[in-house]
């Protein structure tokens, strides 16, 4: 290997894939942790079993199958059945990258394996979430928000652009500008955004909405961020690993233990929570798979697309069970189509405003000539 450390060859890994930063990240967390077990950098892991490979070791006595063999088992002892499987399928994918020899290993039984079935009792409910926005800053407590409101899942979230939005915002605030727009919607407690993103894990397109609140939330923290802000900013300036670790510090500090091997508070519990709430209140499974961008059958991927006002509709009418301060029910939820009405009404009396305006000062100017 030419390159010399674990960071360098991970982003050449990164770049030739044309991975998201943040999944380039997962990879870190995950490599770091095979390297961690093995006490070698993943660069000398690489080099063992490329030496190996050239010196035609036969597979069943290569370091390499020894060391996968011991780290699937550590993972399954140490994470559940699926994370577990997740991890070590990347592991593999890294190593082939890097066009290393790997022969089909023992068949895993995961019949001894205890994987925990989350139930509703296990989900953080809201007045959880509440004592969780207490002890958060303006970035965590949009992104609780945001999550628990909307359903994305942790990527789609950290993916997210300050472009996305304020294209999600955009028939309340009609403007390009997006210190404009964000200025425009400050005191505006009633919006709920359309977001149009694509959901990595199955690659599809779908349309979601988040809360008032969450928005409200949203729009402080930007402003009050110290950094220049362009359509193509982090929505959420924060890297996969904080995200990780700022959730496992509110589960900590609030006490509330594990479920299985994952802390009861956690970024995929925020959409289960969204799910869970959504059904409680009486919306439908095609509704709510529609707002997590889950994936439709082959028929219905075909022959039936998700209107998009529709979609938000049916989420104003049912948002007030994910709502964790506001009471929805006093606030007016405004359609997209009465605020754009609204919009056009304010241009116009601004409008006629500034030609009476015009109209005065031509008088005032006549008044004053007639006075000569």
Request: a positive charge; hydrophobic letters at 35%; glycine letters at 2%.
């Amino acid at each position: 290997m030419t390159m010399k450390s674990d960071s360098e060859i991970i982003t050449y890994f990164g770049n030739t894939r044309n991975l998201k930063k943040s999944t380039l990240d997962s990879y870190r967390i995950y490599i770091k942790e095979y390297a961690t077990y093995n006490d070698m950098t993943m660069v000398e892991l690489l080099d063992e079993a490329e030496r190996e490979e050239e010196e035609g070791k036969r597979w069943k006595y290569r370091s390499l199958r020894k060391r996968l063999l011991g780290f699937r088992a550590y993972l399954y002892e140490k994470h559940a059945y699926t994370t577990a499987k997740s991890r070590f399928s990347k592991l593999l994918a890294f190593y082939r990258h890097f066009e290393i020899e790997i022969h089909p290993l023992p068949p895993i039984s995961n019949k001894n394996i205890d994987d925990v079935v989350i139930s509703f009792k296990d989900l953080p409910d809201k007045e959880i979430i509440k004592k969780a926005l207490k002890i958060s800053a303006p970035l965590m407590r949009s992104i609780i928000l945001f999550m628990s409101s909307s359903g994305c899942a942790r990527m789609e979230t950290l993916n997210l652009t300050v472009g996305d939005f304020i294209t999600a915002t955009e028939v309340y605030h009609k403007s390009d500008d997006i210190y404009e727009a964000l200025k425009r919607m400050k005191d505006n407690q009633t919006i709920v955004p359309l977001f149009y993103l694509r959901r990595q894990k199955t690659n599809k397109y779908y349309y979601t909405c988040c809360s008032p609140e969450a928005t409200v939330e949203i729009i402080n923290y930007l402003l009050s961020e110290n950094r220049y802000l362009q359509p193509d900013s982090p929505l959420f300036k924060i890297s996969g690993q904080e995200f990780i670790k700022k959730f496992r510090a509110i589960n900590n500090q609030l006490g509330l233990g594990k479920v299985g091997y994952s802390s009861r508070f956690r970024s995929h519990m925020m959409r289960k929570f969204h799910a869970s709430q959504l059904r409680e209140s009486g919306l439908d499974m095609d509704t709510i798979d529609a707002l997590q961008g889950r994936s439709k059958t082959q028929v219905r991927k075909s022959y039936f697309f998700d209107n998009p006002e529709n979609i938000r509709s049916e989420y104003i009418k049912h948002m007030d069970c994910l709502t964790i301060n506001l009471d929805v029910n006093s606030i007016d939820i405004k359609s997209p189509e009465y605020i754009e009405l609204e919009n056009e009404h304010k241009d116009y009396r601004q409008h006629v405003e500034n030609i009476e305006d015009d109209l005065k000062y031509i008088k005032s100017r006549l008044m004053a000539e007639e006075a000569k």
